[in-house]
């Protein structure tokens, strides 16, 4: 089946059928289908945490006049689309968004979701995946289609920053800690991300936008510190730009008082 078991639910009731077009054979995959417009999560990668059930959009085009018997899907695949694993627990399909009838067009929408519960999902799940639709034609018949669209799934992280002394004196040294941490899908459990570079960022009173101060590398354990000079109030945070298999994070910024 896949690496996870999944559902597929059309939304409101049956598919749009459009007519005067016969059924194809039982078990055959029938190429009269194409799917276009493929876009998931916006084309941004899919971060997962180790608790919370994530909802990711999709957005699609399928043209048809075969008749088929459940909503299309696109999903997540490696290996081959039609055996490999995939990686979604649930899929809510929109109706069909006539676009043209007599040519069989139709827009849709899309809701997959990854729950990071599910005892099939880990660690080796990070990283590059690709992208398949499917539809499921009457007489069990289907038409499958990779779209050469790669998905990147990502493990959350989190960091924390602390700066003191608040308030502090101008010129004096602030020393700014922090932790940064990383979903492990196999523990459920956020753990210290080691040998992390990690950007200290300041944002001065009044201003709009951080600028990056410094940048620091995290502990064994993941802890961050370092040390800065107070030239004027403002807030100090932590961020993490994130890499091939991890998510970009900032921490809540800290925010110091200088005298």
Known sequence: MGKMMWRAVVAGGAAVVFTGVAAVPAGA?????????????GGKPIVVGVQEEVEVPAAFRMTTKLRYDSGPTVFP???KPDSG??????????????????????????????????????????????????????GDAHDTDDKGL???????????ANASPEPVAAGKTITVTGRVTRANWDTHTY??????????????GGASAYTTVKKSTSSSTGALRTTVKATGPGTWRWTYYGNSTSGAKSSTGDYVAVR
């Open 150 to 160: 790669p998905l990147q799934f990502k493990r959350a992280t989190r960091l924390t």
């Open 29 to 41: 995959a029938e190429g009269g289908v194409s799917f276009s417009r493929v876009v998931v999560n």
């Open 85 to 138: 694993d995939t990686i979604h627990s649930s899929v809510i399909t929109s109706d069909c968004k006539v676009v043209d009838k007599a040519k069989g067009i139709c827009d849709f929408e899309e809701w997959l979701y990854i729950d990071p519960r599910n005892l099939d999902f880990g660690n080796e799940d990070a990283g590059t995946w690709n992208t398949a639709a499917r539809v499921f034609l009457a």
């Open 77 to 79: 695949y490696r290996g």
């Open 191 to 204: 753990q210290g991300y080691a040998g992390r570079t990690v950007s200290l960022q300041f944002k001065a």
